[in-house]
C-alpha cells in the first residue's frame, strides 16, 4: 500500500506533536506523524520525564528556546477537561555553598539582560518556599517563577489536538518506520510496518529521539547521539506535606545544584531525581521498545541519604519504586536540528520538553521557508567534524555531559572530556616552551606558554592580577604575551583556529558575489573582509575573501564550525558543477608571525621582497621560507603588522622550526591564544558569536560598512530595512579590578539598556574594555553606565573605538 504526505513527522512525543502543531498553525497542509507506540502514552521520554519546565539558563539559546516554549505551553487548552497540566509555580535552585550561590547571582544577572525575572533567596527564604527544607543545611537559591511544572504527555495530546483540528495533520499511532525510500541522495518515502505501507513525501523529519541513530543509520548520515539512563524514584507518602498533600503541585520544581539531584510534588509524596551515579550509557541497537528500564537502587543509595539530610521529613517515608529512565545525550550537550545530508530528511532530535515548542516552531519555519528565524548554530546538524560521530568519542563525550549537568563550568572552561587527539605538526615544540592548551575544535590548543614567565616581571607594571573567580584560566603571562607581541614580534600557533576554503570555478565569481556582502571581484593576489549573512539579514559569518587566481578564491573562517559554514556557503551555490568547494583546512597549517618585528624576522628566512610595498596590507603572496613554500597573507587579528602563513602540513614543523630561529635575534615568543582576544578587543575587531550573530544585522554591529550596496547579495534586502534598537558599543571601565565575560546585564540606573557580548582587559589601554549591545539611545560616546556582575556593579562609559591604534597605522606599516 502506497499513501502520501507533503511533510512526514516520525516521533509523536512533545518534539514531534509540536513540530506537526506548527505546521499546522502555518497553514501547511498534509502532515502525517508517526508514532511506534501509543499517541496519548507514547514510548518515548515524553510519557515518563519528571515535567520541570526551565525558562531561564546559563545559556542564551536554551533560555530563547524556553521562555518562548512556555508562552505556547500557557495558553494551550487542556488536553483531558479538569486534569491540569501546567502548574505555574516557577522553579528553585537550591545552593549548599557560597561558590554555588554566587552561580546563583550570575543565573540572575542572565534573566536580567533576558528580561526573565528571578529572585535571590536566603537559607530561610528557601525554606519558606519549599517547607520540606531545613535551611540550615543550605546556603540560599533562586526562584525562577516563569517556570514550573508540566504534564509532558498532555501538552503533547494538546497540540496533537489542535493539529488534528485544523484538517492539515493527521496522526499514527501503533506505526513503526523500518526505513526510508531515498534516491539520487533525496528522501522520497517512508517505509512503515503499518497498514500506511510506504508514506510518499518530499520531506520527512526524525523527532525520535533515543531511537534516532538507528533511523539515521538506514539513512547514511551520522547522528552524534547517546541514549543515558537517568534514575526517577517515587517516595511513598510523605507525612510532612501536611495539608498540602491534598494537591498534585504546589511548590516549585527544585534542583539542589550542589548535589546533581531535583525532586517534585506528586500530591502526597514526591519524585526524586538524580545525576548523582555514574553515567549508565545504553547502546541505540541495544533499546527496548520503551525508554523505561529496570531501577538500579544501588545507584540511589546516596542521592537518598543526601536528600534526607536536607529535608528531614522524607527520614519519616521511604522510596516507593523507580526506574531508569532514558534521555538522549550529544557529544556537545547540544540538540541536532537541520537537514541531513539527505535531502528533504531533517532531524529535530536531543531537545528536551522545556525547549520543545519552540524547536517545533522553528523546525517549521525552516522546512518551509529555509530561515530557522533565530540562531541555531549552536544546535545545527552540520556543526559537526567527522571524529565526533566515531563510537568512542560519541560515548566519551555524551558520559561527560551526563556527568557535568549541574556544573557551572567558568567562561573560560571548554566542556570537552577528550584530549590530546589532534595536535599541531610541531606539537612538541610548543610542548617544550611549556604550552598550557584547551581543546579547540578537538586540538591542543595553546592559550600561553609557561616559558614566558619571564616576560611577566618585565611588563609587570601594566599587568594587573586576578584573584578569586577571575583568577581561573587565567595567568599573568597571558598580559605579558600581549604586551611583548605589540612591543616586539610573537610567533602563533594558528592551526586549530583559521583555515582556508578553496571556492573554484567558472561560476564561483558570479556565486560569491551573492554570497557576500563585499565586492570580491578582485585583483588576483588581493583580499576582502566581508560578512555571510541569513535571509533575515543577519549575519551568519564574518570572512576574509582572497583571489587566488582568476576563477578561484579562498574563503578564511574559523575552523570550530567550518562544517556548517561550508554547507551554508555551498548551499547557496548553484549545482550545475559550476562551483567547486573544496577544505584545505587540514592539508595546510596556520602559523601567525605579528608584531612590529615580524617583518625584519620573516625577511631573515625569506628571499622574497615583503616590503611594504611590495608586500601591502591586505594582500596575499607565495613566499618561500627556508626550503619550504608557503602563501602569506598580510592581514591580523592582533591590529599588528605580521603575516598569517599556510603551509603544507609535511613542512610545518621545518617552517616552525625556520622562523623560531629567526626570531632568537629579536628574542621573540611564541604567543598564545588567549592574548590575541585581549588584543583584538583593544582594536575593536568584532568577534563572531557574540559581537555579531545571526540575530542582528551588520548595522547593530557597526558593520553597515561591510555592506556593498551597489550589488545584490544574499540577505540584503533584509538587512537593510532592519531595524536597530540596541547597537554595539565599546565600555571601559573604571576599576581595575572589574571583569565580565558575557551577558551581564548593562544597566542606566536600575533599568537593563543591554547586555556585554564579550571583555577582555587591554593591556596597553590600561583598562578592561567590553563590547556590550545597548539601546541605541545610549549608544553616544561619554554615556556612564553600569555592568552588574554577580552581584557587584561597575562603572564603565562608552568610549571610541578602537581604543589602539586608531589609524592603523601600525597594521599597514
Request: aromatic share 10%.
Amino acid at each position: 500500500m502506497e499513501t502520501d504526505a507533503n511533510i512526514v513527522v516520525i516521533g509523536a512525543g512533545i518534539v514531534g506533536a509540536s513540530v506537526a502543531y506548527h505546521l499546522a498553525d502555518i497553514g501547511v497542509e498534509g502532515v502525517v506523524v508517526l508514532d511506534k507506540g501509543g499517541l496519548d502514552v507514547n514510548d518515548g521520554s515524553t510519557s515518563h520525564a519528571p515535567g520541570g519546565l526551565r525558562t531561564l539558563t546559563r545559556s542564551h539559546f536554551f533560555t530563547t528556546l524556553g521562555i518562548k516554549s512556555r508562552a505556547v505551553y500557557d495558553k494551550l487548552p487542556l488536553a483531558v477537561a479538569g486534569q491540569e497540566q501546567f502548574y505555574r509555580l516557577g522553579s528553585a535552585q537550591v545552593a549548599n555553598t557560597a561558590e554555588r550561590f554566587d552561580s546563583h547571582k550570575r543565573l540572575h544577572e542572565m534573566g536580567m539582560s533576558h528580561g526573565i525575572a528571578s529572585h535571590l533567596l536566603s537559607a530561610n527564604e528557601v525554606a519558606e518556599l519549599l517547607p520540606l527544607v531545613d535551611p540550615t543545611t543550605v546556603y540560599g537559591g533562586i526562584h525562577i517563577p516563569s517556570a514550573g511544572v508540566v504534564n509532558t504527555s498532555l501538552l503533547a495530546t494538546s497540540m496533537r489536538h489542535i493539529a488534528e483540528a485544523t484538517g492539515r495533520a493527521v496522526f499514527h499511532g501503533n506505526t513503526e518506520v523500518l526505513d526510508f525510500d531515498i534516491r539520487d541522495g533525496r528522501i522520497f518515502g517512508v517505509i512503515t510496518a503499518g497498514e500506511l505501507g510506504t508514506i510518499r513525501c518530499e520531506k520527512a523529519i526524525v523527532c525520535t529521539n533515543i531511537w534516532a541513530p538507528l533511523l539515521a543509520e538506514k539513512a547514511g548520515a551520522p547522528m552524534p547521539l547517546f541514549p543515558g539512563e537517568h534514575q526517577y524514584i517515587y517516595t511513598k507518602p510523605v507525612p510532612a506535606l501536611g495539608e498540602r498533600a491534598l494537591t498534585e503541585v504546589t511548590m516549585p520544581v527544585t534542583a539542589f545544584d550542589d548535589l546533581s539531584i531535583y525532586f517534585r510534588q506528586h500530591g502526597d509524596h514526591l519524585g526524586i531525581g538524580s545525576y548523582a551515579h555514574e553515567a549508565r550509557l545504553v547502546d541505540p541497537h541495544d533499546l527496548p521498545k520503551t525508554a523505561v528500564l529496570p531501577f538500579t537502587p544501588d545507584d540511589f543509595t546516596g542521592a537518598w541519604e543526601r536528600m534526607q539530610h536536607h529535608m528531614p521529613g522524607l527520614k519519616e517515608t521511604g522510596v516507593d519504586h523507580g526506574f531508569n529512565g532514558m534521555f538522549s545525550f550529544t557529544v556537545d550537550g547540544m540538540p541536532v536540528m537541520g537537514e541531513t545530508p539527505v535531502a528533504g530528511l531533517w532531524s529535530a532530535v536531543g531537545a528536551w520538553l522545556s525547549f520543545a515548542s519552540e524547536v517545533g516552531r522553528v523546525m517549521a519555519q525552516w522546512m518551509t521557508t529555509g530561515d530557522p528565524g533565530m540562531d541555531v548554530s549552536p544546535a545545527h546538524i552540520d556543526r559537526f567534524h567527522p571524529y565526533q560521530s566515531n563510537s568512542e568519542y560519541l560515548s566519551r563525550q555524551a558520559k561527560y555531559f551526563y556527568e557535568i549537568g549541574f556544573e557551572d563550568l567558568h567562561p573560560s572552561a571548554v566542556a570537552s572530556s577528550v584530549r590530546n587527539l589532534r595536535h599541531a605538526p610541531y606539537h612538541q615544540r610548543l610542548e617544550a616552551l611549556g604550552a598550557e592548551y584547551v581543546p579547540f575544535a578537538a586540538q591542543e590548543t595553546p592559550l600561553y606558554y609557561k616559558s614566558n614567565q619571564r616576560l611577566v616581571d618585565k611588563h609587570r607594571d601594566a599587568i594587573h592580577d586576578r584573584a578569586g573567580y577571575h583568577a581561573i584560566g587565567w595567568s599573568p603571562i597571558m598580559g605579558a604575551e600581549h604586551l611583548e607581541m605589540r612591543a616586539n614580534v610573537g610567533l602563533v600557533d594558528w592551526s586549530s583556529m583559521i583555515g582556508p576554503i578553496e571556492v573554484s570555478g567558472p561560476g564561483a565569481l558570479a556565486h560569491l558575489q551573492y554570497l557576500c556582502t563585499a565586492d570580491i571581484d578582485l585583483p588576483v593576489g588581493e583580499l576582502t573582509y566581508s560578512l555571510v549573512l541569513n535571509p533575515s539579514g543577519g549575519v551568519m559569518r564574518d570572512i576574509t575573501v582572497a583571489r587566488m587566481a582568476e576563477e578561484t578564491w579562498w574563503i578564511l573562517t574559523g575552523k570550530a564550525n567550518m562544517p556548517a559554514e561550508r554547507a551554508y556557503f555551498e548551499a547557496l551555490a548553484p549545482d550545475d558543477g559550476s562551483v567547486v568547494y573544496r577544505s584545505r583546512a587540514e592539508e595546510l597549517v596556520g602559523i601567525g608571525i605579528w608584531g612590529p618585528n615580524s617583518r625584519a624576522v620573516l625577511d631573515k628566512v625569506t628571499p622574497n621582497d615583503i616590503s611594504n610595498d611590495a608586500f601591502p596590507w591586505y594582500t596575499w603572496q607565495h613566499l618561500d621560507i627556508g626550503m619550504a613554500p608557503a602563501t602569506a597573507i598580510r592581514i591580523s587579528y592582533v591590529g599588528e603588522l605580521g603575516w598569517e602563513l599556510y603551509v603544507p602540513r609535511s613542512l610545518a614543523l621545518h617552517v616552525w622550526d625556520t622562523l623560531w630561529e629567526a626570531g632568537r635575534e629579536f628574542d621573540m615568543p611564541t604567543v598564545g591564544t588567549k592574548s590575541l582576544l585581549s588584543m583584538r578587543i583593544e582594536k575593536g575587531y568584532g568577534l563572531w558569536g557574540s559581537d555579531m550573530t545571526p540575530e542582528y544585522p551588520p548595522a547593530a554591529s557597526r558593520m553597515s560598512w561591510t555592506l556593498d550596496q551597489t550589488k545584490d547579495f544574499h540577505g540584503k534586502e533584509a538587512a537593510l530595512a532592519a531595524r536597530v534598537d540596541r547597537r554595539i558599543v565599546t565600555l571601559r571601565f573604571e576599576a581595575d579590578e572589574a571583569v565580565v565575560y558575557g551577558w551581564e546585564p548593562v544597566l542606566m540606573n536600575d533599568d537593563v539598556i543591554g547586555f556585554v557580548a564579550g571583555g577582555e582587559y587591554g593591556y596597553n589601554v590600561g583598562a578592561f574594555l567590553a563590547h556590550a549591545f545597548v539601546d541605541v539611545d545610549y549608544s553616544a560616546t561619554g554615556t556612564e553606565v553600569e555592568v552588574q556582575f554577580t552581584g557587584i556593579r561597575y562603572a564603565a562609559t562608552v568610549v571610541a573605538s578602537p581604543q589602539f591604534d586608531p589609524e592603523n597605522v601600525r597594521l599597514k606599516s
